[in-house]
């Protein structure tokens, strides 16, 4: 059983530049999420999602789009790479309990360190 | 708004010293809340959980209980090791909020031999 995989694990954009993270999960969660870590701050929502087809913003949305066509992949998508993106970026998926309104732990990728210079 | 608030680190022990992180939150209704654990170089780790008032959580030696009144969910252990070293985080996951979760900034524990 794989989990959440991300894909790839360093990247080195020069500003400007455009690329996509990729994540693919392999447990059928409903619920998928993409955060930023950064030294002192933790880790920041950017992205998120309910399942296939919805998406809705987190709280440092500027910059990124994401997509989910599956409930297995949540690629993050990033425009014009500033140097302000430069972080390590973290991949989860989650599921629901719902008689208690809800989520089960979340199951994190290994990360993707990317650089923007 | 929803927000947690950790202690901040390093925090720096000797092994077999006692452990506490404290970690208070703002919420409404009933989040869940955890605590992940990132050992070097790799993603988080679910360490322990509650998911309604009075609940413990514990796990390896862990243990952290909700305490509504007092809004918090501190991590205890009685007798950390080395391999303990690691940066905890404290999170919670708002009511009827699936996908997200809200984090303290970590703490980052050194323990010495």
């Known amino acids: 059983n794989a989990g959440v995989t991300q894909t790839p694990k360093f990247q080195v954009l020069k500003t400007g530049q455009s690329m996509t993270l990729q994540c693919a999960q392999d447990m059928n969660h409903e619920y998928m999420s993409w955060y930023r870590q950064d030294p002192g701050m933790g880790l920041r929502l950017i992205h998120y999602?309910?399942?296939?087809?919805?998406?809705d913003q987190g709280e440092v949305p500027n910059g990124y789009n994401v997509s989910r066509s599956t409930t297995e992949d949540f690629p993050l998508r990033l425009l014009s790479a500033a140097p302000s993106q430069t972080s390590v970026y973290f991949c989860a998926s989650s599921y629901s309990i719902l008689s208690r309104g809800a989520q089960g732990e979340a199951f994190f990728g290994q990360g993707t360190r990317l650089t923007v210079v | 708004g929803n927000s947690v608030t950790q202690m901040e680190g390093p925090v720096t022990l000797s092994e077999e010293a006692f452990l506490t992180i404290n970690c208070t939150y703002t919420?409404?209704?009933?989040?869940?809340l955890f605590w992940y654990v990132q050992y070097p170089g790799e993603g988080l780790q679910l360490l322990l959980k509650a998911t309604k008032a009075d609940d413990k959580g514990s796990n390896k030696g862990f243990e952290a209980t909700y305490r509504k009144e007092t809004t918090s969910f501190h991590l205890e252990k009685g007798s950390v090791q080395v391999s303990d070293s690691a940066v905890y985080f404290c999170a919670l996951s708002p009511y009827n909020q699936g996908g997200k979760l809200i984090f303290g900034q970590g703490t980052e524990l050194s323990v010495k031999p």
């Open positions: 919420a409404t209704g009933y989040p869940s």
């Open positions: 999602s309910v399942g296939a087809g919805i998406t």
